[in-house]
């Protein structure tokens, strides 16, 4: 089974900013513990907001 993780942008990820030196760390213990169990089969990430197309589903319709 594959999952996609993904976090909420915010003004700070939308302008390109690094994310914090303790948030990498973090991140990276998470990783790398997949990658040590064979859990983790890629890490390739999305584009930003600007470049994706969202798809709203409300009362059965869908809009774009």
Known sequence: MRFLMMHKNDRHTEAGEKPTPDFMARMGALI????????????EGLGGSATRTRLRFRDGRCTV
Do not use: I, N, P, Q
Not at 32 to 43: C, D, I, K, T
């Open 32 to 43: 790398g513990e997949y990658v040590a169990s064979g859990r983790f089969l890629g890490g």
